[in-house]
């Protein structure tokens, strides 16, 4: 398995320790998976929650359980860990109760957090672990609020999570020399130029007017009162403050630019897995629909474009970074599949189809209801029109391309969520007060 692996230049890989720092959410849980199934690196995870990694914790038997240990940690604020820093002088904390994203559940982890950090159990609580923790080779930041509807109905939260938190992350990385692997966003470029053209413009069909570029295109936010981009502002800052870390004072970093990075275990279905009036990013917005048998929702018409690429795909890039760090640091790289793009309609009418081949079930007569985004967001809500990745760069540094048809990955990730909700949707269904 893990013997003889080279890199893109033909040189031999060394067994890394990683600490993943958000190893517990969509992105992290898969990077897990590869980097327990095919490689001999060791991992600490760390996260407040672990159930999208319980199956690589668990049972201790598994072939790979001296190679990832669980850190359940709120990187905000651990006042042991804070104590320990302090006295390392490495990262700085705040104290603040961590918000992630499903209420209902942090009440539960809180109480849990807490209860194993004075134990011990869970978060590897000692000195010794941390020390282990604060030495490893690798830093992978994945830990952040990344759902639009958060962004304009709780702007500090998403603030303080995208940038505040991942200060001492970044500082502790570049004062101990360690390489550091930052995950951003697309949403960073914000509007394409081409937007603001006149509707009937023919430049809008050029593609110097859309598509994204990591060292060329502007960065293109709307106004203040738009809430919705402190997100991408947040990343955007974090960003530049890498960059200059990396210019002045040598930080090995790289950061990636996720262009719609979906497949199973992303976010939550309402009610099942997350609180019921929660709302995720559209993949699990339109499966609870269709999970439900409701119209999936268009915002605005569903007239905004997106690419989408399969997880598996993307998470083979992010090996090739982690194992190529000659071609990878200093760099700025978008992962994404500029042949999967569609508009928000398209994509419900294709997951409808799907869905129906997965399940057996006959759509509905109306599949789609549209629905203003200020009725589905809240006050503040903005859009990106539209996202295809320039691929110039990840080519070029680290010859990667996506591999998986939007209908491919659409068809392995709704059998997935048939499969992992349907029965638990019915149960719901039939006895409401239950769940
Ligand atoms: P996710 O929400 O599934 O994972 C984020 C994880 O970080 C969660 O498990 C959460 O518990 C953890 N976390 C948050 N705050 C924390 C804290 N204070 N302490 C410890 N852990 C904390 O999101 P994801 O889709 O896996 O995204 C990972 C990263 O990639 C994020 O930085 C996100 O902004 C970026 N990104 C993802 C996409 C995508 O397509 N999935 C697109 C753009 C950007
Ligand atoms: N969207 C939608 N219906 C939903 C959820 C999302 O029409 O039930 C739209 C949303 O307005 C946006 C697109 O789908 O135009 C993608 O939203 P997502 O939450 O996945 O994140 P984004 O790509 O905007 O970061």
Redesign the pocket.
Known sequence: MASGRVDLDGNPIKPMTICMIGAGGFIGSHLCEKLMAETPHKVFAVDVYNDKIKHLLEPSSLQWADRIQFHRLNIKNDSRLEGLIRMADLVIFFALICLVSAFWLVSVEIGFGLSSLASGSGFCGSFESFSLLLSSSKTINLAAIC??ADYNTRPLDTIYSNFIDALPVVKYCSENGKRLIHFSTC?IYGKTIGSFLPKDSPLRQDPEYYVLKEDASPCIFGPIEKQRWSYACAKQLIERLIYAEGAENGLEFTIVRPF?WIGPRMDFIPGIDGPSEGVP???A??SNNLLRREP?????G?E?Q?TFIYIKDAIEAVLLMIENPARANGHIFNVGNPNNEVT?RQLAEMMTQVYTKVSGEPSLDSPTIDIS?KE?YGEGYD??DKRIPDMTIINKQLGWNPKTSLWDLLESTLTYQHRTYAEAIKNAISNPTAS
């Open positions: 759902t639009p949403e719609n990013r559209v993949l917005c339109f999936l929702k268009l915002v605005d569903g905004s997106r928000v985004s589905f859009d990106s």
